[in-house]
């Protein structure tokens, strides 16, 4: 419904999704998925890519499908994926986890399974030839979290100003930013967080635990995750990073959603009481908590789709998963020093304060992702600024700063509706503190 195959396109053997494109390129044998683009000179063949939304660049050859034996190899692509400019990827390859990445101009990409979400593979450096690197690629994971924040803002919103199929809303109609992307964050990170340093050491014959810096490598090896790409110890770093913020984010939104919709009604005791219940329930501080939304997921299996979760069009389902991940967060965002508190209030309080940061933050990085390409562009091409809307006038950029805006200030509302109940102590969990 609404998709387009344009002039000069070969298309055999394909089933197209709804608002998606194909135009001068070939698509073979494959399955594309909703608001996917292929506008240039391109090969797609033998590609499951169910959930689309993702570009394929001029010149991509995606991908090499013949062994010499059968044409019976294939390549399962995750949601979001960006090929880029004269990419080759060799298969079978897997990045069915990998949503929302970039692989970018030139690269190569051997026969191997990628799962990290967000993430830029690039071509690898020279210098780490001899750290075991190799030929392999790099991968910074989580890299379009940290450092284009606008990447993903302006896709969710391109996402539903193009979005035309009325009789498909099942199948275009989900946020990028979900329990399923999120809880797959949570275990990338996770993997990123095990990594030993000592385990870096083995792999490279170089120095010991008490010296990895920024240029060590990791590699299958250490994280089969990463598939055939190394990974430097600053990429591990920023990987952590950013699917923390992110994980965080969205975790605090839904505190914020929770409390104001109580205190909307203005009972205190009632927003403190449910909220606490939610966060700590009857676990002690610190422990792991499952979110019961979380669904298991046997390797090799796909994703399941967005349709498929619990938490599809159930706004209560994503405030009550966003707790439970805040939950499991407790224990990375309440300083040991803050710990003897006397109430779940004070607490609450932390809570929203550490939001307004991390969301002042976020804008900022959203306004230097795009900022980056105006500076640039002056410096290359002449009268630049002139022909291109700045960053502070971008309207994705003025989009993210006012909604920002909005949330503080309806935050800091909530923090001063809460800073008279400070010193009472309600009948909730807060003893598990």
Known sequence: ECSDIGPKSVVADTVIGPDSHVSCGEVHCSLIGPNTNSHHQSLVISALWPMGRGNVGYGSNIGSNHTGRLPDQECTVGEGIFWGLGCII????DLSRSY?????????LPPSTVSMPFSLIMNGSNKYTDANAGDRNEIVPGWLLQSSPYTILRSEEKFKK?????????????????PSIVDACIEAREALRKISALGVAQLTGQGTSSNVNSHHVYTKRN??????????????KVGIEAYTTMIQRYAFRGLFDKMYKILDGGDVNQAVR????LLLGHKTFGQTITSPSEITVPPKSWPIMPWQEESYNNIESVVNH?????????????EPKDLPLTTNVKVITILLKKMISLEQSYVVKVRKSKLRDDTRGSQIIPNYKEAHVHAMNDPVVKMAEASTNELVTKCKELISSLDSY???TLNTPQSKL
């Open 100 to 108: 929302y990445s970039i692989v970018a101009a030139g690269v190569q």
């Open 322 to 334: 966003q707790m439970h991940v805040l939950s499991r967060e407790l224990e990375h965002l309440i």
């Open 162 to 178: 193009r979005r035309k199929a009325k009789r498909h809303d099942f199948y275009c109609d989900w946020r990028i930013i979900r």
């Open 223 to 236: 994280l089969i995750e990463l598939g055939e790409n190394y990974m430097t110890e600053r990429g591990r």
């Open 422 to 424: 400070e010193g009472i």
């Open 274 to 277: 449910e909220v606490s219940i």
């Open 90 to 93: 060799k298969y079978p390859v």
